[in-house]
């Protein structure tokens, strides 16, 4: 695990924008496993910025987003559909037929994981799975307590994650109380990992993840059994972080 630090929110967008950019120059039809949240969205930017100057292209690229909310179908504004084509997809020149996304309103949800799962082989794996951290520690909606072996699954929402969602609702009552998403072991089967994580509020998230107990209680932390993983954090996420621990201290132009 390589665990690199910013100085701030753009440089670490920067830094893992060149990370996806490097991945896809060395493989053109490389399968990527796309996060939600706030914080990919500064990376996206950097990745549209990359595409329009003509120095990647998403024309081979396939994309397997790591999860959906259940109940909401691809056109509702709050859905992680409408967040990848606003913050990515409208805007780069990936083909539709390589954008997949869970259906959050399936009618056989089990069928439409075993599908995934199927799609996600099929493709040959992920070849590098981009992932946030949720404040207790989640990785897509892999809540603490998820099995290790999970596979691509319906789950219930935590509290804690549904008031964390309710940014994304005007009203209370759309929050999803469930998600479809990718499991610890359709993650952990990536090739390679680039976790991460921004702001002060991320840090006991981060300290857990890279140096507490390996643990299904915490599930960011079984990442520290894969052996491909880049973590790249700001300043205040990293602050819980001994920095012994911390691999390369990067500033803008210089990063990984
Ligand atoms: C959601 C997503 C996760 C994401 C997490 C953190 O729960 N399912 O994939 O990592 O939020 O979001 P943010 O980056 O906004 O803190």
Same mark, same amino acid.
């Given at each position: 695990?390589?665990?690199?630090?910013?100085?701030?929110?753009?440089?670490?967008? +920067? *830094?893992?924008?060149?990370?996806?950019?490097?991945?896809?120059?060395?493989?053109?039809?490389?399968?990527?496993?796309?996060?939600?949240?706030?914080?990919?969205?500064?990376?996206?930017?950097?990745?549209?910025?990359?595409?329009?100057?003509?120095?990647?292209?998403?024309?081979?690229?396939?994309?397997?987003?790591?999860?959906?909310?259940?109940?909401?179908?691809?056109?509702?504004?709050?859905?992680? %559909?409408?967040?990848?084509?606003?913050?990515?997809?409208?805007?780069?020149?990936?083909?539709?037929?390589?954008?997949?996304?869970?259906?959050?309103? *399936?009618?056989?949800?089990?069928?439409?994981?075993?599908? %995934?799962?199927?799609?996600?082989?099929?493709?040959?794996?992920?070849?590098?799975?981009?992932?946030?951290?949720?404040?207790?520690?989640?990785?897509?909606?892999?809540?603490?307590?998820?099995?290790?072996?999970?596979?691509? #699954?319906?789950?219930?929402? @935590?509290?804690?994650?549904? #008031?964390?969602?309710? #940014?994304?609702?005007?009203?209370?009552?759309?929050?999803?109380?469930?998600?479809?998403? /990718?499991?610890?072991?359709?993650? /952990? #089967?990536?090739?390679?990992?680039?976790?991460?994580? @921004?702001? +002060?509020?991320?840090?006991?998230?981060?300290?857990?993840?890279?140096?507490?107990?390996?643990?299904?209680?915490?599930?960011? @932390?079984?990442? +520290?059994?894969?052996? *491909?993983?880049?973590?790249?954090?700001?300043?205040?996420?990293?602050?819980?972080?001994?920095?012994?621990?911390?691999?390369?201290?990067?500033?803008?132009?210089?990063?990984?």
């Amino acid at each position: 695990m390589r665990i690199i630090v910013t100085d701030n929110y753009g440089e670490m967008s +920067q *830094a893992a924008a060149r990370t996806v950019a490097r991945q896809i120059l060395a493989k053109q039809d490389s399968v990527l496993g796309l996060p939600t949240g706030n914080t990919p969205i500064g990376m996206y930017g950097q990745l549209i910025k990359l595409c329009s100057h003509g120095l990647i292209s998403f024309s081979k690229v396939v994309t397997f987003n790591l999860d959906e909310y259940r109940g909401l179908s691809s056109d509702h504004p709050g859905s992680f %559909y409408q967040y990848m084509r606003e913050n990515l997809f409208d805007q780069v020149d990936i083909r539709e037929e390589n954008i997949h996304i869970l259906d959050g309103i *399936a009618p056989d949800t089990e069928g439409e994981c075993r599908q %995934y799962e199927e799609e996600i082989r099929r493709h040959g794996g992920i070849d590098l799975q981009v992932l946030g951290i949720g404040l207790n520690g989640h990785i897509g909606f892999n809540e603490p307590g998820s099995n290790w072996g999970s596979k691509t #699954r319906l789950v219930n929402l @935590s509290a804690e994650t549904r #008031r964390r969602e309710s #940014r994304n609702f005007r009203d209370p009552g759309e929050i999803p109380t469930q998600a479809i998403t /990718m499991g610890i072991r359709t993650i /952990m #089967r990536a090739k390679r990992i680039l976790l991460l994580a @921004s702001g +002060q509020e991320k840090a006991p998230a981060a300290k857990q993840a890279l140096r507490g107990p390996v643990t299904e209680k915490a599930p960011a @932390s079984v990442l +520290q059994l894969h052996p *491909a993983v880049t973590v790249i954090l700001d300043k205040e996420a990293s602050s819980l972080i001994k920095p012994e621990d911390i691999h390369e201290l990067s500033t803008m132009g210089r990063s990984d």
